[in-house]
């Protein structure tokens, strides 16, 4: 592959495993995995549960080790960085969880102040980079509220102002939505679209669920058993899956009906 055609992937994967080894067995959650993505795109990342997707998604900024491949992120290969190194890129790679993973002992302020507390930036600039965040997430008048306070769609645009602290050039949300209703799980994701027009922020999206795949994904990959089933634009995949792993999927994320029930369907 020419350095030309590599030149626009912010992220390379090439032939990713990941085993996990207990005294038992050994469990294959990624088998040769290989995949990419263009700077500014928003991926989807889409498998049922156990497919091997927030262990993919803890591969792209090393929280999860692989045990072979490679991961690039922005032409550098994050397995041959020293701690340090990996530590200033990995401040890049924003990552947003189910859960939200606020701390409950600080206000909405200082939760976003934390990145930049960590960084050494000093109190007033900080506070003043968290007010400017909170509004752009539309909570400037929760600045003095607990987490607890807070209904889960605003925890979690907390959670992603956190996130802007840093002015990652990736956000990878690991099932972001799975927690919150349909209403608030599109307030959620137009939030996301916004940041990726408007900041042009790289975007991937860990979920099982077809519609957030449909309401904001460009591009989309198929998860199964730890093996990468086919990638293409959504409109591709969705409109012509062309394995049964796919097809399973979609039908289900179109249909209310039980995968046992699919499976009927799909063969």
């Given at each position: 592959?020419?350095?030309?055609n590599?030149?626009?992937?912010?992220?390379?994967?090439?032939?990713?495993?990941?085993?996990?080894?207990?005294?038992?067995?050994?469990?294959?959650?990624?088998?040769?995995?290989?995949?990419?993505?263009?700077?500014?795109?928003?991926?989807?990342?889409?498998g049922?549960?156990?497919?091997?997707?927030?262990?993919?998604?803890?591969?792209?900024?090393?929280?999860?080790?692989?045990?072979?491949?490679?991961?690039?992120?922005?032409?550098?290969?994050?397995?041959?960085l020293?701690?340090?190194?990996?530590?200033l890129?990995?401040?890049?790679?924003?990552?947003?969880f189910?859960?939200?993973?606020?701390?409950?002992?600080?206000?909405?302020?200082?939760?976003?102040?934390?990145?930049?507390?960590?960084?050494?930036?000093?109190?007033?600039e900080?506070?003043?980079?968290?007010?400017?965040?909170?509004?752009?997430?539309?909570?400037?008048?929760?600045?003095?509220a607990?987490?607890?306070?807070?209904?889960?769609?605003?925890?979690?645009?907390?959670?992603?102002?956190?996130?802007?602290?840093?002015?990652?050039?990736?956000l990878?949300?690991?099932?972001?939505?799975?927690?919150?209703?349909?209403?608030?799980?599109?307030?959620?994701?137009?939030?996301?679209?916004?940041?990726?027009?408007?900041?042009?922020?790289?975007?991937?999206?860990?979920?099982?669920?077809?519609?957030?795949?449909?309401?904001?994904?460009?591009?989309?990959?198929?998860?199964?058993?730890?093996i990468?089933?086919?990638?293409?634009?959504?409109?591709?995949?969705?409109?012509?899956?062309?394995?049964?792993?796919?097809?399973r999927l979609?039908?289900?994320?179109?249909?209310?009906?039980?995968?046992?029930?699919?499976?009927?369907h799909?063969?």
């Open positions: 592959m020419s350095n030309d590599n030149h626009n992937k912010i992220i390379r994967v090439e032939n990713l495993t990941k085993t996990f080894e207990s005294k038992k067995d050994s469990l294959h959650a990624l088998k040769d995995v290989s995949f990419s993505i263009e700077k500014g795109d928003i991926y989807g990342i889409i049922l549960s156990g497919a091997g997707k927030s262990t993919l998604v803890r591969c792209l900024n090393l929280l999860e080790k692989p045990t072979s491949g490679k991961v690039i992120v922005k032409d550098k290969d994050l397995l041959a020293s701690k340090e190194e990996l530590r890129e990995r401040q890049k790679i924003g990552m947003i189910q859960h939200f993973n606020l701390l409950a002992q600080r206000t909405v302020l200082d939760n976003i102040c934390l990145p930049l507390e960590i960084r050494g930036i000093p109190k007033k900080r506070q003043a980079k968290a007010m400017e965040l909170l509004k752009s997430v539309g909570l400037e008048s929760k600045s003095g607990y987490p607890s306070q807070l209904s889960g769609g605003q925890q979690q645009r907390v959670a992603i102002a956190r996130v802007l602290a840093n002015e990652p050039d990736i990878l949300c690991d099932e972001a939505t799975s927690a919150l209703d349909p209403q608030t799980t599109k307030t959620i994701l137009d939030l996301l679209l916004d940041i990726n027009r408007q900041l042009g922020i790289t975007i991937v999206v860990i979920t099982h669920e077809m519609r957030v795949v449909k309401e904001i994904c460009k591009h989309v990959a198929v998860l199964d058993e730890g990468l089933q086919e990638t293409g634009t959504v409109s591709e995949v969705f409109t012509n899956p062309r394995t049964h792993a796919a097809k979609i039908y289900m994320g179109l249909s209310e009906e039980t995968e046992e029930e699919v499976a009927k799909v063969g």
